[in-house]
């Protein structure tokens, strides 16, 4: 079976050393061995034995009938959405680990992979090296599932995980993790929440067999949690968490990506660092936990493998994904109901007469007090915001 790979960086290169590592157990599994045929980058690798295999022009691999297998492992949506669809309408089966691409563009590669009779997999575009993908699709199919939510971001757990135990500054923290590189140069769509909301839209599509648009999914990052949040948290005996969440509700669900205060009660509670931890709960199933390394280079390039052999699996079979490319409306956000928890300077009285009955933490940080609200919807507490000055920051409880 003669393969390409298309992006040869931290990934790309991951799957290569994986295919040659792993090349004896791998051929056993796929029935055949794998043989790297071309790496595609734009870049030369000279002195790099993977060299003599680069190609500039993704045509060189269309257009090759030995090539059977495609590894997409550029990210972003452009132009990997061009080169997929290429690859996949000329009778190539694909696999990435493009979270951004399966998230915009998943039910039309699946469509189109399906036209062709080839497929498109994509497990390590959610939780790298953790099986989720395939769980949800193929094991939990006898259970309705009503909960999935979890960390599902690396970079911002080892931010999180560092301010909390070095009470360091967010500012400090984003600089020391560059230089670790497990932030990129520019952060944005980690820190932000964009890459969580990217990858539980992508759960939620699947869940529900219908398309999810990142875009309609409230977000929140890490940005503005502060050392003084921190100690709160760690008061409170909880830790700030960049939780993803989507919750079944009537016909619909709830999704959302914003830091959490997580308490010991939850498994969650012990994910640090880069590590990522998905928790789905179906109605007959009960609670499973998905735990492992969310990124880097040979755990995400191992799912990318697992989804060669799987299609060298299936070479003459479309493996359908239920995953209808019709837009799937969420549930209003103002309707979910949370516990609060809120740092001010305001007095008890005003407090009370805005939230009822609530539980104070003082002598916390010096000047303000926090609170935790009883559970209300998002849209009641955004109302009671708008006439309660002095609100320094609020984080919703994890239930
Ligand atoms: N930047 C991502 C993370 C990479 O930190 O989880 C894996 O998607």
């Known amino acids: 079976m003669k393969a390409a790979i298309m992006g040869y960086g931290t990934i790309g290169s991951g799957v290569a050393k994986v295919l040659s590592d792993n090349a004896a157990i791998i051929s056993r599994r796929a029935g055949e061995p794998i043989e790297l045929k071309y790496v595609l980058d734009l870049r030369d690798f000279s002195?790099?034995?993977?060299?003599?295999?680069?190609?500039?022009?993704?045509?060189?691999?269309?257009?090759?009938?030995?090539?059977?297998?495609?590894v997409e492992t550029m990210g972003g949506v452009e132009p990997a959405y061009t080169f997929v669809k290429a690859m996949?309408?000329?009778?190539?089966?694909?696999a990435t680990s493009n979270k951004a691409l399966v998230a915009a563009k998943g039910a039309e590669l699946i469509q189109i992979a399906a036209d062709n009779h080839v497929n498109f997999m994509f497990e390590a575009s959610v939780g790298g090296g953790i099986p989720i993908i395939r769980?949800?699709?193929?094991?939990?199919?006898?259970?309705?599932l009503e909960k999935v939510y979890g960390i599902v971001n690396g970079t911002t757990n080892y931010m999180l995980t560092r301010m909390a135990v070095?009470?360091?500054?967010?500012?400090?923290?984003?600089k020391e993790a560059q230089e670790k590189g497990y932030a990129e140069k520019d952060p944005t769509a980690d820190v932000e929440g964009f890459d969580a909301s990217r990858k539980?839209?992508?759960?939620?599509?699947?869940?529900?067999?219908?398309?999810v648009d990142f875009e309609d999914i409230p977000t929140e990052g890490i940005s503005k949690i502060t050392p003084e949040d921190m100690k709160y948290a760690a008061a409170a005996g909880k830790k700030i968490k960049l939780i993803a969440t989507m919750d079944a509700?009537?016909?619909?669900?709830?999704?959302?990506?914003?830091?959490?205060?997580?308490?010991?009660?939850?498994?969650?509670?012990s994910?640090?660092?880069?590590?990522?931890?998905?928790m789905i709960h179906g109605n007959m199933l009960g609670d499973a936990m998905f735990y492992g390394s969310g990124a880097g280079s040979l755990p995400t390039a191992s799912a990318v493998v697992g989804d060669l052999v799987e299609e060298c699996r299936h070479v003459m079979r479309h493996v359908d994904f239920d995953w209808d490319p019709v837009k799937l409306p969420l549930k209003n956000p103002a309707e979910q109901e949370y516990r609060y928890f809120v740092r001010t300077k305001a007095a008890k009285s005003t407090i009370e007469e805005a939230f009822g009955e609530v539980e104070y933490m003082e002598d916390v940080v010096s000047g303000e007090l926090g609170f935790t609200t009883g559970l209300i919807s998002e849209g009641v507490f955004e109302e009671k915001k708008k006439d309660f000055e002095n609100i320094i920051s609020v984080i919703r409880v994890l239930e």
């Open 271 to 278: 994910v640090d660092d880069v590590m990522n931890a998905i």
């Open 135 to 144: 769980p949800i699709l193929k094991c939990t199919t006898g259970d309705v």
């Open 249 to 269: 509700c009537d016909d619909s669900y709830f999704v959302r990506v914003a830091p959490f205060l997580v308490g010991p009660e939850s498994p969650l509670f």
């Open 200 to 211: 539980i839209a992508i759960l939620t599509s699947l869940v529900a067999g219908r398309q």
């Open 88 to 94: 996949l309408t000329h009778g190539k089966h694909v």
């Open 47 to 70: 002195g790099d034995p993977i060299q003599p295999l680069i190609v500039h022009d993704y045509k060189k691999i269309v257009y090759d009938p030995e090539i059977k297998l495609v």
């Open 166 to 174: 070095d009470g360091a500054a967010y500012d400090d923290v984003l």
